[in-house]
Protein backbone atom coordinates (compact mmCIF):
# COMPACT_ATOMS: atom_id res chain seq x y z
CA UNK A 1 0.00 0.00 0.00
CA UNK A 2 1.17 3.46 -0.74
CA UNK A 3 0.06 7.00 0.47
CA UNK A 4 0.42 10.10 -1.40
CA UNK A 5 0.75 13.26 0.07
CA UNK A 6 0.35 16.56 -2.54
CA UNK A 7 1.92 20.11 -1.18
CA UNK A 8 2.53 23.60 -2.84
CA UNK A 9 -1.26 24.11 -4.69
CA UNK A 10 -2.23 27.93 -3.79
CA UNK A 11 -3.64 31.31 -5.67
CA UNK A 12 -1.54 33.20 -7.83
CA UNK A 13 -1.70 35.82 -10.59
CA UNK A 14 -1.24 34.61 -14.29
CA UNK A 15 1.85 34.86 -14.90
CA UNK A 16 3.62 33.47 -12.03
CA UNK A 17 4.77 29.70 -10.71
CA UNK A 18 3.97 27.10 -8.40
CA UNK A 19 5.55 23.92 -7.78
CA UNK A 20 3.73 21.12 -6.44
CA UNK A 21 5.57 18.28 -4.67
CA UNK A 22 4.14 14.67 -4.17
CA UNK A 23 5.74 12.26 -1.45
CA UNK A 24 5.09 8.66 -2.01
CA UNK A 25 5.76 6.30 1.73
CA UNK A 26 4.81 2.80 2.03
CA UNK A 27 5.80 -0.22 -0.76
CA UNK A 28 7.51 2.59 -2.91
CA UNK A 29 9.98 0.18 -4.36
CA UNK A 30 7.47 -1.58 -7.27
CA UNK A 31 6.89 2.14 -8.48
CA UNK A 32 6.64 2.70 -12.43
CA UNK A 33 5.04 5.94 -12.92
CA UNK A 34 3.78 8.69 -11.09
CA UNK A 35 2.64 12.22 -11.87
CA UNK A 36 -0.06 14.37 -11.79
CA UNK A 37 -3.47 14.86 -13.20
CA UNK A 38 -5.88 17.57 -13.29
CA UNK A 39 -9.78 18.39 -12.72
CA UNK A 40 -11.48 21.98 -13.13
CA UNK A 41 -14.77 22.35 -12.23
CA UNK A 42 -17.64 20.70 -14.68
CA UNK A 43 -14.61 18.98 -16.90
CA UNK A 44 -13.70 15.76 -16.76
CA UNK A 45 -9.90 15.31 -15.24
CA UNK A 46 -7.03 14.84 -17.39
CA UNK A 47 -3.60 14.12 -17.60
CA UNK A 48 -0.99 16.67 -16.78
CA UNK A 49 2.13 15.10 -16.90
CA UNK A 50 3.60 11.73 -15.86
CA UNK A 51 7.21 10.26 -15.86
CA UNK A 52 8.22 7.01 -15.74
CA UNK A 53 10.79 4.56 -14.96
CA UNK A 54 14.14 5.72 -16.92
CA UNK A 55 12.78 9.31 -16.45
CA UNK A 56 10.60 9.16 -19.90
CA UNK A 57 8.11 12.27 -19.01
CA UNK A 58 4.97 12.92 -20.78
CA UNK A 59 3.01 16.40 -21.03
CA UNK A 60 -0.65 17.86 -22.03
CA UNK A 61 0.00 19.67 -25.04
CA UNK A 62 -1.61 22.68 -23.17
CA UNK A 63 1.26 22.72 -20.54
CA UNK A 64 4.03 21.61 -22.61
CA UNK A 65 6.78 24.24 -22.55
CA UNK A 66 5.42 25.79 -19.36
CA UNK A 67 5.14 22.92 -17.07
CA UNK A 68 8.10 20.04 -15.93
CA UNK A 69 7.92 17.22 -14.13
CA UNK A 70 10.96 15.50 -12.46
CA UNK A 71 11.55 12.94 -9.55
CA UNK A 72 14.04 12.40 -6.66
CA UNK A 73 16.39 9.57 -6.26
CA UNK A 74 15.99 7.00 -4.91
CA UNK A 75 12.50 7.48 -6.21
CA UNK A 76 9.72 8.35 -3.99
CA UNK A 77 8.89 12.15 -4.48
CA UNK A 78 7.62 13.62 -7.87
CA UNK A 79 7.45 17.18 -8.21
CA UNK A 80 5.49 19.73 -11.12
CA UNK A 81 7.30 23.21 -11.55
CA UNK A 82 4.34 24.97 -13.09
CA UNK A 83 5.68 28.33 -14.96
CA UNK A 84 3.76 30.99 -16.93
CA UNK A 85 0.40 29.66 -15.19
CA UNK A 86 -2.42 31.08 -17.03
CA UNK A 87 -6.59 31.07 -15.54
CA UNK A 88 -7.26 28.05 -17.56
CA UNK A 89 -4.59 25.88 -15.39
CA UNK A 90 -6.81 26.34 -12.20
CA UNK A 91 -8.03 23.04 -11.23
CA UNK A 92 -7.63 20.92 -8.42
CA UNK A 93 -4.37 18.50 -8.92
CA UNK A 94 -4.09 15.38 -7.90
CA UNK A 95 -1.20 13.14 -7.61
CA UNK A 96 -1.01 9.64 -8.69
CA UNK A 97 1.10 6.41 -8.98
CA UNK A 98 0.92 3.49 -10.90
CA UNK A 99 3.36 -0.18 -10.06
CA UNK A 100 5.41 -2.61 -11.97
CA UNK A 101 3.27 -5.32 -9.90
CA UNK A 102 -0.05 -4.46 -11.36
CA UNK A 103 -1.56 -3.34 -8.07
CA UNK A 104 -4.23 -0.32 -8.09
CA UNK A 105 -2.98 3.24 -8.92
CA UNK A 106 -2.67 5.28 -6.34
CA UNK A 107 -4.18 8.60 -5.40
CA UNK A 108 -3.74 11.55 -3.24
CA UNK A 109 -6.10 13.59 -2.17
CA UNK A 110 -5.52 16.48 -4.03
CA UNK A 111 -4.52 20.24 -4.02
CA UNK A 112 -6.25 23.35 -5.43
CA UNK A 113 -4.20 25.48 -7.90
CA UNK A 114 -5.70 29.07 -8.63
CA UNK A 115 -4.94 31.69 -11.42
CA UNK A 116 -6.35 34.74 -12.09
CA UNK A 117 -5.85 37.37 -14.11
Known amino acids: QVQLVESGGGSVQAGESLRLSCVAS????????MGWYRQAPGKQRELVAR???????NYAGSVKGRFTISRNNPWNTVYLQMNNLKPEDTALYYC???????????WGPGTQVTVSS
Open 96 to 106: YARFSTGATDS
Open 26 to 33: GSVFSLNA
Open 51 to 57: IITGGFT
